[in-house]
């Protein structure tokens, strides 16, 4: 197998583990090419966004990702990160061009826990007067 480098993004529950070698340029998340895993519109080019950003040809690269748990957006967005930290190990240079993209840093946010008394997490019951 060629030379890689590989990388972990992370969004909400969903984690991706993102490997890039030099090659032809096929894109397989979960051993399926890209756009049949991410079916819906803008999802592969926010992937391939950080390719862009740094100003390299996709078909140079062979990208191979594993991702699992978590939704859509979350399996989308964690791919993103995974992708940004590789060119970033690549190429230190990249960096700068990320960060100001917002590429490389983890969105953090998650789903807030269920507290007692309430329907969800912050929804309260309808109050009645009588």
Do not use: C, H
């Not at 939704?71 to 690549?90: F, I, M, N």
């Not at 240079?93 to 953090?108: F, I, P, W, Y």
């Not at 946010?109 to 309430?118: M, S």
């Amino acid at each position: 197998m060629a030379e890689y480098k590989e990388a972990i993004g992370r969004r909400k529950q969903a984690s991706a583990r993102v490997r890039v070698s030099s090659g032809t340029g096929t894109f397989t998340v979960n051993d399926k090419p890209i756009a049949e895993y991410f079916t819906r519109d803008g999802d592969e080019a926010a992937i391939r966004g950080a390719l862009e950003t740094v100003g390299q040809n996709p078909d140079n690269w062979d990208v191979t990702v594993k991702v699992q748990g978590g939704g859509v957006s979350g399996q989308r967005d964690s791919v993103k990160l995974g992708l940004a930290r590789v060119l970033v190990a690549l190429d230190e240079t990249n960096r700068l061009k990320l960060r100001e993209q917002g590429m490389l840093t983890r969105d953090s946010r998650v789903k807030e826990r269920k507290k007692p008394g309430l329907k969800r997490a912050r929804k309260a019951p309808t109050y009645t007067k009588r």
